[in-house]
């Protein structure tokens, strides 16, 4: 799986934006780009994925760039519950390898 | 209830002993894996069951960590021995279809101290 980098902390005003960057440089054709995020003392939950186009759901917004070594996480309008660590990673689906290798994350603050 | 369950949620055991923890995946799911968070980690992989297939024990970090799953459904994670090393919440997930983390849903893991 390709790593990826992610700054490890941010912060952002409650009802704003949030955009969350990862680099994976190293992305091979077949690999997505997946998000998941980890509220204190919770598991991980999915957020959203996608391959190469833009993606929306109702959580956020995955924007790929187009040579797909980037990537940004947007909450459109952060609350305070969205205050967690977001983890960037990188997979090919519906492979042998079944196994998420999460890094450390960014851990994103939610200010009132 | 309907998502993952584990149990116990908090687990502190001594040096040298062994401990079970348990997984209950949501009904009808037929993949079920077990990582490991060790503070200010990330995930680490250990296991990965799907149906009647062989598990995928790549992750498993020593000898001492073993895992079944019975009738397809409960999973119980084994530590022997344990070492401070071990300790770190040990979260459980399970997902409907083979290769699909995406849709894997996880429970709230079992926080596991070894003093």
């Known amino acids: 799986d390709a790593k990826t980098t992610q700054p490890p902390s941010m912060d952002c005003a409650e009802g704003r934006a949030a955009n969350l960057p990862c680099n994976h440089s190293t992305i091979s054709g077949n690999e997505y780009v997946y998000w998941y995020r980890q509220i204190h003392s919770q598991g991980p939950q999915y957020i959203i994925h996608?391959?190469?186009n833009n993606e929306t759901n109702e959580m956020a917004s995955l924007i790929i760039t187009e040579d797909r070594k980037s990537s940004t996480l947007i909450l459109p309008h952060a609350t305070l519950r969205d205050t967690a660590v977001y983890y960037c990673?990188?997979?090919?689906?519906?492979?042998?390898?079944?196994?998420?290798?999460f890094g450390t994350g960014t851990r994103l603050t939610v200010i009132p | 209830g309907a998502g993952v369950s584990q149990s116990p949620s908090n687990k502190v055991t001594e040096k040298g002993k062994d401990v079970e923890l348990r997984c209950d995946p949501i009904s009808g799911h037929t993949a079920l894996y077990w990582y490991r968070q060790s503070l200010g980690q990330g995930l680490e992989f250990l296991i990965y069951f799907q149906g009647n297939s062989a598990p995928d024990k790549s992750g498993l970090p020593s000898d001492r960590f073993s895992a079944e799953r019975t009738g397809g459904s409960v999973s119980t994670l084994t530590i022997q021995r344990t070492q401070q090393e071990d300790s770190a919440v040990y979260l459980c997930?399970?997902?409907?279809?083979?290769?699909?983390?995406?849709?894997?849903?996880f429970g709230q893991g079992t926080r596991l101290t070894v003093v």
């Open positions: 996608g391959l190469k």
């Open positions: 990673i990188v997979r090919a689906d519906q492979t042998g390898a079944n196994n998420l290798f």
């Open positions: 997930a399970s997902s409907p279809r083979q290769g699909r983390v995406s849709e894997a849903f």
